[in-house]
Nanobody
């Protein structure tokens, strides 16, 4: 059982940066692949980024590639999403997720979800 709690969301102007954090508790975090998803108002939840259990492999949605960076610190049971050059279309609730593998993350075969944190980018 893994519990996930996101933080770091907020209001930022276009072109600005935010760093989201996801704190994990419970057994299994260090062997779980992790991911970030987002859901804008009126839209379906979409994949943003994934990272393997050891942090070696990462994947990004085309829409965020080059602007967002996913990382993790297994010693702190945490995963992060550094978001730079933010755009109004990045506005959404961002969710942290844990899964068996990065392939599972990208296929949205998620074992555990966080409650989400709101990111709002003003133009």
């Amino acid at each position: 059982q893994v519990q996930l709690v996101e933080s770091g969301g907020g209001l930022v102007q276009a072109g600005g940066s935010l760093r989201l954090s996801c704190a994990a508790s419970g057994r299994g975090f260090s062997v779980a692949a992790m991911g970030w998803f987002r859901q804008a108002s009126g839209k379906e939840r979409e994949f943003v980024a994934a990272i393997s259990w050891n942090g070696v492999t990462t994947y990004y949605a085309d829409s965020v590639k080059g602007r967002f960076t996913i990382s993790r610190d297994n010693a702190k049971n945490a995963v992060y999403l550094q978001m730079n050059s933010l755009k109004p279309e990045d506005t959404a609730v961002y969710y942290c997720a844990a899964a068996q593998s990065t392939r599972a993350v990208k296929a949205v075969r998620i074992d555990y979800w966080g409650q989400g944190t709101q990111v709002t980018v003003s133009s």
